[in-house]
C-alpha cells in the first residue's frame, strides 16, 4: 500500500490558552536577559538567549535537486536549481563560555539566498531569504509556551542549579518535572523533562557529523512535514577529528571545524520526512520523534559547503551580525504548532534588541559575498 501523506489544514494546530500573554512574558524574559548579557555574558557584547556562541560563518550553496517526486517537490522544492547559502554551527546553551561548561546541544542555522515570494516576516516580506533553525535531535524538550516560562528560567539559570553538585542538579529535575511547583502531580512534565534527558546525552562530535531537525514541525506545501540535514555518508567517513574532548582546551568544537574546512570540501542532505500519521505523528507534542517506518527521510536538496579557511575573528564578527529565523520563510513552508508559532516574535524581539545593544545593523544580506566580502575562498593547490 502506498503512503498515504495527510494534508495540510489550518486546524492541524491548536490554540494554546494564554498563548499572546505567556509570548510577552517570554519576551519580556528573553529581553532581560539579553540587555544583562552585555556585562554577565564575558564577550562585552549582547548574546542571544539560546545559540549564543557560535563555532564558525560557513558559506555554501543549496542545490534542489530535479526530479523530486511531486509529494516533496512542494514550496521552494519545486523549482530545481543552485543557490547561494550561508550556515552558522552554534552551541544551544544561552551562555558563550568554555565548551566544557555549554552542554551537548548543538545548532545549525542555513540562510538560503534568492527564494521567491514574501516571507511571514510582515517587516521584512521581501528579502529573498530563507532560513532554518535546527538541533542536533529530533525532539525538543518543550510542548507549550506555558511550559516554557519555566524552562526558559531553568536553562537560563542553570549554571547555578549544577554549580551545586549532586543536590543543585537534583533541585534542577525536580524543578523542571514540576514546573517549578506550579504543575499538579497528574500535569508534571515527565515526557519533557526525559526529552531534556536524551537532548543533554547527545554525543559529542564534530559539528560536521550530527544530523540537524527542525524539532517542531513545518508545513510542506499541501502537506505537513519535519526538515532534517544530515552529514553525507561518504564525506561523514572523512571527518578526522570526530569525537569532541571537552576537557582537553577551551575551545574544541570550533578548531575541529576551521581545520576540517581547511583541508576538503562537505556536504549534507537537506531531507524531508512528510507526516502519514496525526496520532503517531504528532504537530504539537515536540517530544515525540516521528517514526521513520511510517515515513522516511527522502533527500530533496544537497548543502555543499566548500573548502574554506573561517578561523579568522572577523568570521565571529560577521557571524554574530547576522539574524536567523524560523519564521523568514515563504507561507508553504510555515512553522506548525504551539511553540514554533511562538518563536516568531520572541526571535524577532530578541534579534533587534541585540542588533541595538551591539550598534550592528539589522538587514538582511543579499548575498553570501555580502556577508563573507571575498575573504574566506582557499586558493586551490
Known sequence: MPVRFIPYAPDVEIDEPGFDENVQKVIAK?????????TTGGTGQAVRDAHAKGYGLVRGEMEILDGLPEEYAQGIYAAPGKHDALVRFSNGSPHAGADARLGRATGLALKIFDIEGPTLLEDEPDSRTFDYNLINAPVFFCNTVQHYLFIQDLFLRAGEYFADGKRGRHRFYREYVTGKGTLSEDDWAWEEFLTFLIVAQR??????????????AVRHGEYIAKVRIAPDPGCAATVVERRMDVTSAEEVFRPAL???????????DIQVQLCADLERMPVEDLTVEWPEQLSPYVTVAKLRLPQQDISGEDNLRRMDALSFTPWRVTEAHRPLGSLMRARKEVYRHSSILRHRLNQQERREPRNADEVLLLTTAVPHH
Open 258 to 268: 576551521v581545520s576540517e574546512l581547511r583541508e576538503r570540501p562537505y556536504t549534507f
Open 203 to 216: 554525543p559529542l562530535v564534530n559539528v560536521l557529523l550530527s544530523a540537524y531537525t527542525t524539532m517542531g
Open 30 to 38: 528573553t529581553e532581560e536577559y539579553i540587555t544583562g548579557s552585555v
